[in-house]
């Protein structure tokens, strides 16, 4: 490697051979230089040279990260090299400092009574010269007071937090307090607080860090000094002479003035311990006294570490409220509290993110990033809202820039210490270095899988050992079975938690069964830090992220879709199929195939439930990354087959699936039943029956077994009916039935029951249709799906069923029934809550049905003022609810108040302006009403002017004209030799 001095000759041997082996390791690795080594890993170049000039033994942190850097795995006989390293500097230091002393105390050479220096040094600190200045060159600049300098203006959101560790220093300072939490969230700003106000009461303050070995040993030695232990018993118990921790807690104990000792970054607790001894039995550097108060700041919050004499005490994240305040406590007037709040959020209320943030804000504010933004057209980011932005756009990334200052502006080890542990990129990746340094580098690998998928709940059963363990995703120095371990490290480390979800099922009993699943959360910074190291890992490492990322989403295949106990599991994986979905890179074909290949199976569950706003969002997903297959691929045919949409494109799929396949291969049955239902979609009635029968003739007589065969039978009954051919769809539904009751194999099946039930309907076979839909409430129900959409669906055909059989009565018990359950719902813009709109508007129907006419409007009235209040007076929902209310208005005879709520329909529509084809539409419906109401209110040649003005306006809905022609038609006849009111009567 160019530019590096030759190692110290005059250093032990265990420091050279580190020195000159690490220096051997990444020369092989192919680093040029120590600038080169230093773009690779996230150390300064001052600390590359240092380790490898054999000057300084390096810590074992940096160490991995030089090892890393060569893509080999930290190891025990590393671990064993580097501890060797540290032990002979300490004693080269100590030898030196012994010498030095020895020979300021000798007499001049040629005084009276002198010797020659040789024979007055004794022979073990007869050692070379210090390879740096004496001690008494330069002044000491290594203190233990608290870096108040560092605390903002105000400790935000830890009110309770704060008050508990008032009360333990004046009160109960006989116990440890240990701030514990994951890195970032605020725990030395705490302990710096909590400094400030013993300070102010007093106290006596001791501020240590424990992020090096080296930097807590010193400072217990400067605490030492502080409170005025002799010298000689200080140089004896350094020396090895008498116990270095005893000696400081007597005098800790035996102080006069009450005290606060805060040792930080305690994130390695064997550092604290005594020789056999573990970090929380009270013999090592952290103790408890009655004299002061000790607390102690670390990402481990096992309390087992810390033993019977601590309390330990979690540090979260802030609420958005408080974050907002954080952010403008650094920023400034940066935009309103509004956007304050959003950015809050969106930082996952992550103290050192908002305060990065929030630097970065204030530093534009000086003119930080002027200069940037001129050289490459960058924006200048100068509030909340510009900067939530860019943050989406650039990821984490982002917040480190609000660090400041140059990468080498923290010379040394603990310097480089604290610069890591203030930026995002690094202070997670320092959690994860002690897990590796632990012997659990599966730990890294793991983190760096989950964050392949979505920021939600992940259930713990998708990393299944045995999945993990074929995956590829370990490589030699790690095991699938230390997995567990390496979980259990990170919950300690705050880098993962574990939430369990409660699913309810129905049982056999009266009371519902509950099911428990296992968990596994992180925090969304930490999520999105992760997966930007997999977005930069190198190709194979990323590949083998992603080939184990690919194996959890086969296994996520496997859980049936059609199945309705299996769809609460499904709702839980969902977002993890849909992340991966748009995560993985084109490039990585096979876990591209893999995760669309999950999709499907998601795309299946959303039909079988009937979530149809999920298949919807699902479907573009799928066909969007579909195209990055290579043409021909199985997974791209397949997907292309089962979403295509449009009769040209579906009857494409379906004729190039009969010359690849054959007429009666289960593909190509299964592309000409699609085609046949866009040919419904698209009103071809006449297509669509020719295709239909074609594909059940030929599945009869070849016996070709097809899931979905009841499903396209069931439509074929439909679009009989649909097209006037009662008797026909009357006999195919019989037949429909009877398969059905002999036990057809996809009887079990509750979507394939929606559309028989569906289809009984539609031929008018009622009692039957009542039977079917009963049966598949009863197996929802014991599914436990009462809250599924397909239940809410289901309910409403029956309760339409009942309305046909004229049971009014029956079919209002079933609404409300469904309004007791749902009527709070926490969405109301999804598939429930429009449910619940159309069940009102159902209930409505039935008490005009009923003559109960005041409660109708009531209740229409109370769905606009309450459920749909939030939403723009445009929105689909509330227009398509008021045109209800004027259905409702109409048949209890308000004629007057249905056309004042068409009036203030048309003035809503009217601010939509022209060119919204919704609008247009709904404006078209809205001129039926009028016309509607026209004719209600006795003017029927009015009524027939706006049947005529509507039949006349172009793209109008196919089936608002067939309507309007139907009841012009109608109203014409109705006013033929008759007056009207509004003037004579008129002919045909």
């Known amino acids: 490697m160019r530019g590096l001095k030759p190692v110290d000759p005059q250093a032990p041997e265990d420091m050279r051979e580190l020195a000159e082996r690490l220096r051997l390791r990444l020369d092989r690795a192919g680093f040029t230089g120590v600038r ?16 490898l000039s054999g000057s300084r033994a390096p810590t074992w942190t940096t160490v991995s990260k030089l090892l890393r850097c060569c893509r080999m795995s930290p190891d025990a006989d590393w671990r064993r090299l580097q501890e060797r390293a540290k032990a002979a500097e300490v004693e080269w230091r100590r030898r030196t400092r012994d010498g030095l002393a020895a020979a300021r105390s000798a007499p001049a050479p040629g005084a009276p009574g002198s010797r020659s220096p040789q024979a007055h040094v004794p022979a073990q600190a007869q050692v070379p010269a210090a390879p740096s200045p004496a001690p008494s060159a330069v002044p000491g600049t290594f203190t233990v007071r608290a870096p108040y300098g560092e605390l903002p203006p105000r400790v935000r959101g830890r009110d309770e937090l704060m008050a508990g560790l008032r009360h333990a220093l004046t009160e109960d300072r006989e116990r440890i307090q240990v701030l514990h939490g994951v890195g970032g969230c605020g725990k030395t700003t705490v302990a710096l607080g909590l400094a400030r106000h013993a300070k102010d009461l007093g106290y006596q303050v001791f501020w240590l860090s424990a992020a090096t070995q080296d930097g807590l040993v010193t400072g217990m030695r400067q605490v030492a000094r502080v409170l005025a232990v002799p010298e000689p018993q200080i140089e004896d118990a350094w020396a090895g002479k008498s116990s270095a921790m005893d000696l400081v807690w ?30 929380g039995d009270g013999t090592g550097w952290i103790r408890p006294s009655g004299a002061g108060l000790t607390v102690v700041t670390t990402r481990i919050g096992n309390p087992s570490v810390w033993g019977g004499e601590a309390t330990c005490r979690p540090v979260g994240v802030l609420s958005a409220d408080d974050g907002a305040e954080v952010l403008v406590d650094f920023a400034g007037n940066a935009g309103p509290m509004e956007d304050a709040r959003a950015l809050a959020r969106r930082l996952g209320g992550m103290p050192l993110a908002l305060k990065l943030a929030g630097s970065y804000l204030a530093r534009a504010g000086r003119g930080a990033g002027l200069l940037r933004r001129h050289a490459t057209g960058d924006v200048q980011l100068r509030d909340f809202a510009g900067y939530a932005r860019e943050l989406d756009r650039l990821g984490t990334g982002l917040l480190d820039r609000g660090a400041g200052g140059a ?67 370990f490589p030699e120095t790690a095991r699938a079975d230390r997995c567990e371990t390496a979980l259990e490290g990170l919950v300690d480390l705050g880098l993962l938690s574990v939430e369990d979800i409660t699913f309810s099922r129905g049982g056999d009993g009266e009371e519902p069964a509950a099911e428990i699943l296992p968990c596994l959360t992180v925090h969304l910074l930490v999520h999105e830090a992760n997966a930007l190291r997999v977005q930069e890992a190198t190709g194979p490492e990323r590949e083998r992220v992603w080939r184990a990322a690919a194996a959890v989403a086969r296994f996520v295949s496997r859980i049936d879709p059609r199945t309705p106990e299996m769809w609460k599991l499904w709702k839980v994986v969902l977002p993890h199929v849909e992340a991966g979905i748009r995560a993985v890179p084109c490039a990585e ?10 999709g499907a199976q998601a795309h299946s569950y959303a039909i079988s439930s009937n979530s149809r706003d999920t298949r919807r969002e699902l479907a573009r997903l799928l066909l969007e990354r579909a195209t990055e297959l290579p043409h021909g691929h199985p997974t791209e045919e397949h997907l292309r087959r089962i979403l295509a949409e449009g009769v040209e494109t579906v009857g494409d799929v379906y004729r190039s699936a009969r010359a690849k396949h054959g007429e009666q291969d ?88 929606h559309h028989v039930a569906h289809a009984l309907e539609e031929a008018g076979l009622l009692p039957e249709a009542e039977r079917t839909h009963r049966d598949q409430l009863a197996k929802l129900e014991k599914a436990g799906e009462q809250d599924s959409v397909l239940y809410l669906d289901t309910s409403s055909l029956l309760c339409g069923n009942l309305v046909r059989q004229r049971r009014h009565t029956e079919a209002l018990a079933v609404v409300d029934v469904l309004l007791a359950r749902y009527r709070s719902v926490p969405e109301p813009l999804s598939a429930v809550g429009r449910n619940v709109v159309k069940l009102y508007q159902q209930r409505a129907q039935l008490l005009v049905e009923e003559g109960r006419f005041t409660e109708a409007t009531a209740d229409l009235e109370c769905v606009l003022d309450g459920l749909l209040a939030h939403l723009p007076p445009q929105h689909s929902m509330v227009i398509g609810t008021r045109f209800r209310l004027v259905r409702t208005l109409l048949e209890c005879g308000r004629h007057d108040a249905a056309v004042d709520e068409l009036d203030a329909l048309d003035a809503v529509l009217a601010s939509s302006g022209s060119g919204d084809a919704e609008a247009e539409r709904h404006r078209h419906t809205s001129l039926l009403w009028r016309a509607r109401a026209s004719c209600v209110g006795g003017s029927c040649a009015t009524a027939v002017t706006a049947y005529e003005e509507l039949l006349s306006a172009a793209d109008q809905d196919s089936r608002i004209a067939r309507l309007a022609r139907e009841e012009a038609e109608a109203c014409r006849s109705s006013t033929a030799g008759r007056p009207d009111k509004d003037g004579p009567s008129r002919g045909k």
């Not at 007597?250 to 970090?279: I, K």
């Not at 012997?439 to 760096?448: D, K, S, T, V």
Request: with cysteine; charged share 25%; proline share 4%.
């Open 589 to 598: 074909t096979e876990a591209l195939a893999t995760f669309l290949w999950a």
């Open 36 to 51: 080169d080594v230093a773009a690779s890993c996230d150390l300064s170049r001052s600390t590359i040279s240092e380790a």
């Open 666 to 753: 289960p593909q190509t049955l299964s592309a000409r039943a699609f085609w046949a239902h866009e040919l419904w979609r698209a009103g071809q009635l006449d297509e669509a029956e020719r295709e239909y029968d074609a594909t059940l003739r030929t599945l009869r007589d070849a016996g070709v077994e097809l899931w979905g065969g009841l499903t396209i039978q069931a439509q074929y009954v439909q679009v009989l009916a649909d097209a006037g051919k009662s008797e026909a769809a009357q006999a195919e539904a019989r037949a429909l039935l009877s398969a059905l009751e002999a036990g057809h194999k996809d009887g079990d099946d509750v979507a394939v029951r």
């Open 407 to 473: 990468p080498e502006a923290a010379a040394g080890q603990d310097g480089d210490q604290r610069r890591y542990r203030r930026l995002i990129s690094s202070t997670w990746e320092i959690s994860l270095d002690l897990l590796a340094e632990q012997g659990l580098p599966e730990a890294r690998l793991l983190m760096r899988l989950i964050s392949c998928f979505a920021h939600a709940p992940l259930p713990a059963f998708l990393l299944d050992l045995d999945v993990l363990e074929k995956s590829g995703l």
């Open 250 to 279: 007597r005098a800790l104990d035996g102080a006069e003035q009450p005290w606060l000792l805060v040792v930080d970054n305690v994130d390695e607790p064997g550092r604290t311990a005594s020789r056999y001894g573990s970090p």
